[in-house]
């Protein structure tokens, strides 16, 4: 069978990447231009600079890409964009260079929800096996996605407040530490320990829901008591029983949903699947319960073009091409 070439743009938060994919599981490039340290002023992503910055660096990337990749625009089959969720001024840059190429060299357009990207990052660990269920822990999700059969998505659970790398993101800020402060937590709790027992919200015992603005509020009352009574806290500590908390719900959940439901595979995706304890937590686990587990590694976990051509893969395959008129949707459901 000929072999088919995907061209993955991703522009949805503060990465401009753009990637060469092959069959949906080889990488032949994956350009990610990085604003982080644009952003560490401000502690957070300030989305104007963020689409300014995706302006000057988009078409640059591009050509770098096709470069390294070895591949002339003529080799390219379609051009999968992810077109929400995420900043709509940052969507539109990746969308509109897409729509652009695509209109301009005859390529079909395919649009990706960002967070299928982030699931099919597996793809390139190995292959998938269903059903299945995958723990989306991101900036701005965490979910639980079952998955029948490819390109399938059905949300079984989610946070009720913040994200898991959100409330990773607020206690490093109220630690001092830098943003993006889950790299930052990761390092320190790797030096601390589980002593300061904060809250693990399970919510209703059947729910595969999360909350984890309580477990955040937690840590920065401890933090307040602490500093009104002078008393020396171990930035370590604090660091280490957050995570301890986290994770434990995060594993327990995820476990407990791939038994009743008899998944074949978990999957681990996102931003946070980066982080150390989640992954060798998650693994021990699943190892216990004789359950297959893919991990990406940690270089595809954050914000990528590969992966959104991983998941572009599958749409190709169905035939499911989207029109040039394509928006970008800020909160673009999963299912
Ligand atoms: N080692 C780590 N431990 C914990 N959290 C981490 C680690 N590495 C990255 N993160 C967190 O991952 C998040 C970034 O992930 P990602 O880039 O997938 O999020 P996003 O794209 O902004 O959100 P979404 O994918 O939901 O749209 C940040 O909150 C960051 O702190
Ligand atoms: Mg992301």
Same mark, same amino acid.
């Given at each position: 069978m000929k072999d088919t070439i995907i061209l993955g743009i991703e522009t949805s938060c503060d990465e401009t990447s753009v990637a060469v994919v092959r069959n949906g599981k080889e990488i032949l490039s994956n350009l990610i231009s990085s604003q982080v340290d644009i952003h560490k002023k401000f502690g957070g992503v300030v989305p104007e600079v963020a689409s300014r910055q995706h302006v000057e660096v988009i078409l640059p990337i591009m050509e770098e890409a096709l470069a390294q990749a070895g591949v &002339? =625009?003529?080799?390219?089959d379609a051009i999968a964009v992810t077109? $929400?969720? &995420?900043l709509v001024g940052a969507l539109l840059i990746g969308l509109s260079a897409a729509k652009a190429i695509s209109y301009a060299a005859d390529i079909p357009l395919i649009g990706v929800h960002h967070i299928a990207g982030h699931i099919y990052a597996n793809r390139f660990v190995q292959d998938f096996d269903f059903p299945l269920i995958a723990l989306v822990v991101s900036g701005g999700h965490t979910e639980l996605v079952w998955m029948k059969e490819h390109g399938a998505y059905e949300v079984i659970g989610g946070t009720r407040d913040d994200a898991v790398g959100e409330a990773y993101d607020k206690v490093a800020r109220s630690l001092g530490?830098?943003?993006? $402060?889950g790299p930052e937590i990761d390092r320190l709790a790797s030096e601390g320990?589980?002593? =300061?027992?904060?809250p693990r919200v399970y919510l209703e015992?059947?729910?595969f829901d999360f909350s984890f603005s309580g477990l955040k509020s937690a840590v920065l009352n401890r933090l307040n008591q602490a500093s009104q009574k002078g008393e020396e806290l171990s930035k370590a500590d604090v660091a280490a029983s957050f995570q301890a908390a986290v994770v434990e719900v995060l594993v327990d959940k995820t476990i407990r949903s791939a038994r009743e439901r008899g998944a074949k595979q978990v999957l681990l995706a996102g &931003?946070?699947?980066? @982080?150390r304890a989640l992954r060798a937590e998650l693994n021990r686990a699943c190892a216990k319960e004789g359950i297959p587990l893919i991990i990406p590694p940690a270089s595809l976990c954050?914000? @990528?073009a590969a992966m959104i051509a991983a998941a572009g893969q599958i749409l190709y395959e169905k035939g499911m091409f989207a029109p040039l008129d394509l928006n970008a949707y800020p909160n673009l459901k999963l299912e």
């Open positions: &002339g =625009l003529h080799d390219v077109y $929400g969720p &995420g530490l830098s943003y993006p $402060g320990k589980d002593i =300061l027992s904060f015992p059947e729910s &931003g946070v699947a980066a @982080n954050t914000d @990528n």
